[in-house]
């Protein structure tokens, strides 16, 4: 297949690559339809984030195909059309359950594009399918859908949950209210 890699520093090439594979009975394996460059890829490609090593592809937003499930996945299967989050989640850590997917300690949070290979490709493996990918309801486009794989998590994880933001409040009784900024 084709992706974007990085290879260090200012350095990137679009590769020819092998396809991902199921590694664990938990993965998926997505086609991307229609994926974003962030931000933070820039970060990665000026040499601001260390633990993304030379060889990663880049990526973390993309809304895609299931082409194959593992023997473990139940909420999604082949054809579905669904929205990948930029955050993973195991389900069953303690930050899981309390909804704070990004402290993820069971081997999700931030990894596509960091610490996995990403989904500036024609496929990705998505790990934890059943608690990280979501089915688009039909009738939306790609496009509809796209940017809440990383502004919506982030923003209600960074912003909502961290500042104590609570249904009914304004934005300024949530500040005065907060007990601290991240
Ligand atoms: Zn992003
Ligand atoms: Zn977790």
Redesign the pocket.
């Known amino acids: 297949m084709k992706a974007l890699v990085y290879h260090g520093p200012g350095k990137k090439s679009w590769d020819t690559v092998p396809d991902p594979v199921i590694q664990q009975p938990t993965d998926a394996i997505v086609a991307i339809d229609t994926a974003t460059i962030c931000g933070t890829d820039l970060h990665i490609l000026k040499g601001d984030v260390p633990e993304t090593k030379p060889g990663t592809i880049l990526g973390h937003e993309a809304v895609g195909t299931v082409v194959e499930v593992g023997s473990a996945v139940t909420t999604v299967k082949k054809g579905d059309h669904v929205l990948l989050s930029c955050i993973s989640?195991?389900?069953?850590?303690?930050?899981?359950?309390q909804g704070r997917?990004g402290?993820?300690?069971?081997?999700?949070?931030w990894i596509f594009g960091h610490t996995i290979n990403g989904t500036q490709a024609d496929y990705v493996r998505v790990p934890?399918a059943d608690t990280s990918v979501y089915k688009i309801p039909a009738g939306l486009t790609d496009e509809q859908v796209l940017f809440l794989s990383d502004i919506l998590p982030t923003s209600f994880e960074v912003g909502v949950m961290n500042g104590k933001v609570s249904p009914g409040d304004t934005t300024p009784a949530a500040i005065r209210s907060r007990r601290s900024w991240p």
């Open positions: 989640s195991c389900g069953r850590c303690s930050y899981c359950k997917y402290a993820c300690t069971g081997g999700g949070g934890f």
